[in-house]
């Protein structure tokens, strides 16, 4: 396996939010739990590439769900939005950080204090998603886009990801360093002595995950 796609069921929602009713249980330290944070951060640092399908609602987890993945498509028709100050609590699930590192600081803050709903092509023109699909399009994109990246080496694809994760958050210099190491390793692999030769004798390389 070399790609997820996470979607909703039923063609309503990609994900809805949170059980309100049981959010209004819940204690102070209950939300220091790892919980859908927690989650999100595994889905995120998976090796596999992760594409999120998303048509109808992509409110509150749901969003941050999105955003947690590493290629999100959407219908013109999908809504997106972080409404948790309408409950007098705040996005917990990395929407007050990824969002930021996504669209920047002005418009998450603006989508975050609003708690406004924007569509699918408002996604795109800020860049919350990374393709926008025709209604009844969404699955086939999803499927052409995974395809596309089960071609490339999976060795590279874990390297890929992890330069990008690791370096996007700290100095350049040393981001620079992690991109170096990871080449590294794949000069050392099997796969990049298939890839290279592949392509000198003009044919589909046959990968090995080595």
Avoid: W
């Avoid at 999100?72 to 917990?92: H, R, S, Y």
Wanted: proline share 2%; aromatic share 4%; charged share 25%.
């Amino acid at each position: 396996m070399k790609v997820i796609i996470i979607q909703g069921a039923g063609g309503k929602s990609f994900a809805a939010g949170a059980d309100i009713k049981q959010l209004r249980e819940r204690k102070m330290l209950e939300a220091l739990i790892p919980g859908m944070q927690g989650l999100y951060k595994k889905i995120e640092q998976s090796s596999k590439v992760t594409i999120a399908a998303i048509q109808g609602f992509a409110l509150g987890g749901g969003c941050e769900l999105a955003l947690a993945c590493d290629i999100c498509i959407a219908t013109q028709k999908a809504k997106f939005g972080l409404p948790e100050l309408n409950l007098g609590i705040i996005p917990d699930a990395g929407g007050t950080q990824r969002l930021t590192r996504v669209v920047g600081k002005g418009r998450a803050l603006d989508m975050v204090l609003t708690g406004k709903i924007i569509d699918g092509n408002e996604a795109e023109r800020i860049g919350l998603i990374t393709y926008l699909a025709d209604e009844g399009q969404l699955e086939e994109k999803a499927q052409s886009i995974a395809q596309e990246i089960m071609k490339k080496g999976p060795v590279a694809i874990k390297l890929a990801k992890l330069a990008v994760h690791k370096g996007f958050d700290i100095d350049l210099e040393t981001a620079m360093l992690i991109e170096k190491l990871s080449q590294a390793i794949a000069f050392g692999t099997e796969d990049k002595n298939e890839g290279t030769q592949a392509f000198l004798e003009k044919r589909k390389a046959e990968f090995k995950n080595q």
